[in-house]
């Protein structure tokens, strides 16, 4: 049987588990979220031994080349010695300069990294509420534009990170880390195309992002954005949006609650040139690329970012 090591610690595991649950089962304190290699929260350092991987492109090259695997995604298949990832040094401090409510359940949190943080339009980070919990949220502000790092924080269901950061006020601390980036982002030679930026809920923070990026590097297509919510209260950036609007002649925004989905989408017929961007709900993301293939989209247009989190984030 594979030996697995921490630290002083080692112990007997069953050939192929998977490491985080071999870790956690033996009271080892690693954070994790989504179990699906998205959220970045489960990273361990091997230092001696390789399990294997099913994601080996979820991390960048470079912490992979200094050992670093996501431990969701792992299994032990010979003897593996583990650092585990250390919030309190391998993280960056960060102060909470903004929290106010931009709808009932959406929370929007504002930071000051305690080092400029270099990043783009569509990429998230982790927030630490301690050592043990971190929770991925898409970057909503514009670098190189905003003073701050900002986060819309879906606060509708219970849980330990929504917990604290209703509680959280200006002066308090949180830690980052994990910028990475995902399918959503905005490229040079895509001004000249139509750019439809799809989001359901709280995924309209990177799009918000993407979209004003779009604007300022002078994007000559047409730009349509829709955001879907629950209800109308929900439509948490509809000023703003509508602001845009007026000022930028090419940019058409639709708000739309949940049942009004289907009938706005039978209407849609993008053009073969169309890129689309999507960013929410799991199964509203898809049912959402799923109409758009239908519509005539090509799949290689398509650039799908899902949310997904933890029961009790």
Request: aromatic share 6%; hydrophobic share 40%.
């Amino acid at each position: 049987m594979p030996e697995l090591s921490v630290g002083d610690r080692h112990w007997s595991v069953e050939p192929g588990c998977n490491l985080l649950d071999a870790l956690l089962e033996a009271g080892q304190s690693v954070a994790h979220s989504c179990r699906a290699g998205s959220c970045g929260a489960c990273r361990v350092r091997c230092l001696h031994g390789e399990p294997l991987d099913a994601r080996p492109d979820a991390l960048p090259a470079s912490e992979r080349a200094a050992g670093w695997r996501l431990a969701c995604q792992c299994r032990v298949s010979e003897d593996l010695g583990v650092e585990l990832f250390d919030p309190a040094q391998q993280t960056l401090a960060a102060e909470v300069v903004g929290h106010d409510w931009l709808a009932p359940e959406v929370l929007r949190l504002r930071l000051a990294a305690e080092v400029p943080l270099r990043y783009q339009a569509g990429q998230h980070l982790l927030l630490w509420r301690d050592h043990s919990l971190a929770r991925p949220y898409s970057l909503a502000s514009l670098p190189g534009e905003d003073a701050f790092l900002e986060f819309h924080i879906d606060c509708a269901g219970r849980g330990g990170f929504c917990d604290h950061a209703r509680r959280l006020r200006p002066g308090d601390p949180l830690r980052l880390s994990g910028l990475q980036g995902g399918a959503l982002r905005y490229e040079p030679e895509w001004q000249e195309r139509p750019l439809w930026l799809l989001a359901t809920g709280t995924g309209l923070a990177p799009l918000w992002a993407i979209l004003r990026e779009a604007l300022r590097q002078g994007h000559a297509g047409p730009i349509h954005l829709l955001h879907l919510a629950r209800s109308s209260t929900e439509h948490y950036l509809a000023d703003a949006l509508d602001g845009l609007a007026q000022r930028h002649t090419n940019l058409q925004v639709t708000l739309l609650e949940h049942s009004e989905t289907g009938a706005w989408l039978q209407a849609q017929r993008p053009s073969r040139d169309t890129l689309a961007l999507l960013c929410g709900a799991p199964a509203r993301v898809d049912a959402l690329a799923r109409a758009l293939y239908l519509a005539g989209l090509p799949r290689g247009q398509l650039y799908r970012e899902p949310y997904i989190t933890a029961a009790g984030a």
